[in-house]
């Protein structure tokens, strides 16, 4: 079946970077947007930004503009989301999710939690 | 960017009775290529969102149909005709614009 497996929680330091993957399955990866969505502790959904694997292209949300990166891997059918200079306001579940005219297909989330 | 407010931002409903949610978008939501692509998600407690509704009025596979879509422009409503209990959690609208996308801040549906 259609599914996004994300890798496990993280903690890191402040100023520290954080790369979490998202691997999809049961469809065609390269044909579909991937899009980063993410939601600090008790707080609504912020969009980060989004890539088209089959070629690579990315566009990003001003606010992380300069701080994020993401990057695919169409051999094992993965994206990546990395996340620089991380501060305790980055404290969030970071979601992967599959853009078919809506977000329809989304990843189990990754807890990274941003302390000293 | 484009701004989406939704109302209320809570919604205590009664088992079996209908729950209505707004979402008013900043500016007109239709895409250049006459697409209107304004979706609803549900998130319960402790899951990852889940797709209701995509392009104002369409149900994804799977969602009953005691839920439904309306509206245009830049105002639009989420409806669940008879609320049950599993439907508690968080609603989101959200919108992709021109390589724009954004959510609305979350309406929590609970239980009277």
């Known amino acids: 079946q259609v599914q996004l497996v994300q890798s496990g929680a993280e903690v890191k330091k402040p100023g520290a970077s954080v790369k979490v993957s998202c691997k999809a399955s049961?469809?065609?990866?390269?044909?579909?947007?991937m899009h980063w969505v993410r939601q600090a502790p008790g707080q609504g959904l912020e969009w980060m930004g989004m890539?088209?694997?089959?070629?690579?292209?990315?566009t990003y949300s001003q606010k992380f503009q300069g701080r994020v990166t993401m990057t695919r891997d169409t051999s094992t059918s993965t994206v990546y989301m990395e996340l620089s200079s991380l501060s305790s306001e980055d404290t969030a579940v970071y979601y992967c999710?599959?853009?078919?005219?809506?977000?329809?297909?989304w990843g189990q989330g990754t807890m990274v939690t941003v302390s000293s | 960017d484009i701004v989406m407010t939704q109302t209320p931002l809570s919604s205590p409903v009664t088992l079996g009775q209908p729950a209505s949610i707004s979402c008013r978008s900043s500016?007109?939501?239709?895409?250049?290529?006459?697409?209107?692509?304004l979706s609803w998600l549900q998130q319960r407690p402790g899951q990852p969102p889940r797709l209701l509704i995509y392009?104002?009025?369409n149900r994804f596979s799977g969602v009953p149909d005691r839920f439904s879509g309306s509206g245009a422009g830049t105002d639009f409503t989420l409806k669940i005709s008879r609320v049950e209990a599993e439907d508690v959690g968080v609603y989101y609208c959200?919108?992709?614009?021109?390589?724009?996308?954004?959510f609305g801040q979350g309406t929590k549906v609970e239980i009277k």
């Open positions: 049961g469809y065609a990866f390269s044909s579909y947007y």
């Open positions: 890539i088209y694997p089959s070629v690579g292209s990315t």
């Open positions: 999710a599959r853009d078919s005219q809506a977000f329809d297909i």
């Open positions: 500016q007109s939501l239709v895409h250049s290529d006459g697409n209107t692509y």
């Open positions: 959200m919108q992709a614009t021109q390589f724009t996308w954004s």
């Open positions: 392009k104002i009025s």
